[in-house]
């Protein structure tokens, strides 16, 4: 502790002390501010001492930091005196001021100019490229791209950002291009970002499409299983337009993306007690659906499908058990000859092209029903041959009538066969389908 009071007291007693660098003329006069101002006075005095044939011009000579040599001339060139210009004190009047010891005095070194001083007021086409977020570019609502800040760094110069334009996926990597005005003076802090040169000029990047069309590839693996992964994927760029003096100068839009990624693993045959084989083929399909930066969802849905073959490899059987969201009415079991391709949309199968006809599905129609009893029973009414059409006559004031000319006119109703043929078809196929 005593050890420390002596400390304090040492260094208050050296700030009180501390004196300003003061220049002494020996035998003239001290408190010059440098020994140029010192040897001007012995100068000075020397003439008003001796008059006109005293000393004209002095020259001074260093001897080191803290001694100069003062030397005065009179008119002819003679040495009128030689006096020695000392330095005492311990630092600058002037707390910013550095001393120089080739000239005596206490200087303030200017601050150099600022090299961007000559940019103030000029613009510049720059390029930028990133990830978003990060210093340039934020991440909005619904994963849309929006500028994080219009100050950025040039070159080691400050600029402001007065015209964006982006394009970006749904990964967050993003490629702008614009237009920048310089505020004349050097970045100050490193967190600014930097931007490049735009050398492909300042047009709005050209928005493109990746697509990834990766098929089934089997890999056969040493126990006899295989695998592959398929892909289907689109990506399209999005675009963030900024404003140009306050007009947005195109239109906005988010990034998308489309893909399907489907593993599949077929296992190898497995002998059944009945002597028949199974195998088994799983499909796990992902399906990753994007509107924005990382604004995505993913849905999985799994397909599993067991083939059971005979001892000749005919199909018996195969069963289909699908869970997850693409399924579209669970399991199933059907006879030989099914089977699904990899990488499926794991939809409810579509109608056939193959549609039957009016003529097919009456035909189908008359060939099911025709062994009922009703049809059976009908078949079996015939009507007695040599029948005649009779219509009864009658006696009237205007004369006989005699309806037996709609006998002898039947014939009329000839072309109404068919029509009424046609409507009893239709009909009966009405309801064999409601049945």
Not at 112 to 126: I, L, M, N, V
Request: hydrophobic share 30%; charged share 20%; with cysteine.
């Amino acid at each position: 502790m005593r050890l420390f009071y002596v400390a304090a007291l040492l260094l208050v007693s050296m700030s009180v002390n501390a004196a300003n660098y003061s220049w002494n003329a020996v035998g003239y006069s001290n408190g010059f501010s440098d020994p140029e101002a010192a040897c001007k006075f012995v100068k000075e005095r020397d003439s008003i001492n001796i008059g006109a044939n005293g000393p004209v011009l002095t020259s001074l000579t260093r001897k080191s930091d803290v001694e100069f040599d003062c030397f005065s001339y009179t008119e002819s060139g003679y040495i009128e005196r030689h006096v020695v210009v000392g330095r005492s004190g311990d630092t600058c009047a002037d707390p910013a001021a550095v001393y120089n010891g080739q000239t005596g005095k206490c200087e303030v070194q200017e601050p150099p100019e600022d090299p961007c001083k000559s940019r103030e007021g000029a613009t510049q086409h720059f390029s930028k490229s990133g990830t978003m977020p990060d210093a340039y570019m934020n991440v909005g609502t619904g994963g849309r791209a929006s500028l994080a800040t219009r100050n950025g760094c040039f070159d080691g110069c400050a600029a402001e950002v007065i015209d964006n334009r982006c394009k970006y996926g749904v990964a967050g990597s993003y490629l702008c291009r614009g237009t920048m005005l310089f505020s004349g003076t050097s970045c100050v802090n490193a967190t600014e970002p930097s931007l490049g040169e735009a050398a492909g000029g300042v047009e709005t990047p050209e928005l493109e499409t990746q697509t990834e069309q990766t098929p089934c590839n089997y890999i056969t693996k040493p126990d006899g299983s295989q695998s592959c992964v398929s892909v289907d994927s689109q990506a399209n760029d999005g675009r963030s337009c900024g404003t140009f003096n306050g007009v947005q100068i195109c239109t906005d839009k988010n990034p998308d993306k489309n893909e399907t990624k489907v593993d599949t693993t077929v296992t190898p045959p497995v002998t059944n007690p009945d002597g028949t084989k199974s195998t088994t083929k799983t499909d796990v399909a992902t399906v990753t659906k994007c509107t924005g930066v990382g604004v995505c969802t993913t849905t999985t849905t799994t397909t599993k499908t067991t083939t059971k073959t005979d001892g000749t490899g005919k199909t018996t059987s195969t069963t289909t058990v699908c869970t997850g969201a693409k399924c579209s009415s669970g399991s199933g079991t059907g006879g030989g000859g099914g089977g699904g391709g990899e990488g499926e949309s794991f939809e409810g199968p579509e109608l056939d092209d193959d549609v039957p006809g009016f003529g097919d599905a009456l035909g189908d129609f008359m060939d099911a029903v025709s062994g009922s009893p009703i049809v059976s029973a009908a078949s079996g009414i015939s009507m007695p041959g040599g029948g005649s059409c009779s219509f009864a006559s009658a006696s009237t004031k205007i004369g006989e009538i005699n309806a037996n000319a709609v006998c002898q006119n039947a014939s009329w109703l000839d072309p109404l066969y068919p029509v009424m043929l046609a409507m009893w078809a239709l009909a009966a196929v009405r309801i064999f389908l409601s049945a």
